[in-house]
């Protein structure tokens, strides 16, 4: 819990798409926002993807705002993909119990009213 704490705390890189909307992907069910802990870290994610060449625009959020705001907004289970490119170093966030709100976390039972 202590590297969530440190996540919600730190802002990070999100990088965009062509239409200035968060870069995200799709993956095992789950829907996955991008976020770099730096700048290094998306170069590496770039030239991973062959993509090391062009302009990667980028706005700074919290990690909190990812988590609180961005993964509800979104409709269908999300998480948040840290440093994707770096391996066993990269850190996932994923759509659970105590890392998003309870009511997009896909691991709390819906319980009708």
Request: charged share 25%; aromatic share 10%; proline share 7%.
């Amino acid at each position: 819990m202590r590297l969530l704490g440190e996540f919600r705390r730190t802002a990070v890189l999100v990088p965009l798409d062509q239409d200035d909307a968060p870069l995200t992907a799709d993956f095992g069910g789950v829907r996955w926002f991008y976020a770099f802990s730096n700048e290094e870290a998306l170069a590496r994610f770039a030239l991973a993807r062959g993509e090391g060449d062009r302009e990667w625009p980028y706005q700074r959020w919290l990690g909190a705002r990812l988590l609180d705001a961005a993964v509800p907004a979104v409709g269908v289970p999300c998480g948040v993909a840290l440093d994707c490119a770096d391996g066993e170093d990269g850190m996932v966030f994923p759509p659970v119990r105590g890392i998003v709100p309870d009511e997009v976390a896909v691991d709390v039972d819906v319980v009708a009213e």
